[in-house]
């Protein structure tokens, strides 16, 4: 098992140090957005969310989230990603 994991983490490396050399920044952030997109539909299964609606509608937030955060940087704001942090670590206080 560990050495699955190994090989695993072996091949994520190396497929993720050629794409962050050689893709252009967009099509890296659209990889990357679908990684965590796939980590965050485990994520729900984890939570307790087991609807199939409420995992879809948290990932389109998600991916929603992601987008604006991406036009807002791309319109100059450089602030966007901190905010958007900030504002996760609000709502997850409040949730707890």
Do not use: H, N, Q
């Not at 190396?14 to 890296?28: D, E």
């Not at 965050?40 to 969310?49: M, N, Q, S, V, Y």
Request: hydrophobic residues 65%; glycine residues 10%.
């Amino acid at each position: 098992m560990l050495e699955k994991r190994v090989a695993t983490g072996a091949a994520m490396v190396v497929g993720m140090g050629a794409a962050a050399l050689w893709l252009p920044s967009a099509t890296l952030a659209g990889v990357l957005l679908v990684i965590i997109l796939l980590g965050a539909w485990e994520w729900t299964r984890l939570t307790g969310i087991l609807r199939r609606d409420m995992r879809i509608c948290y990932l389109a937030v998600l991916a929603g989230s992601a987008y604006l955060v991406w036009r807002l940087f791309d319109e100059g704001w450089t602030l966007a990603p901190v905010v958007a942090g900030a504002l996760w670590w609000l709502v997850a206080l409040m949730i707890l």
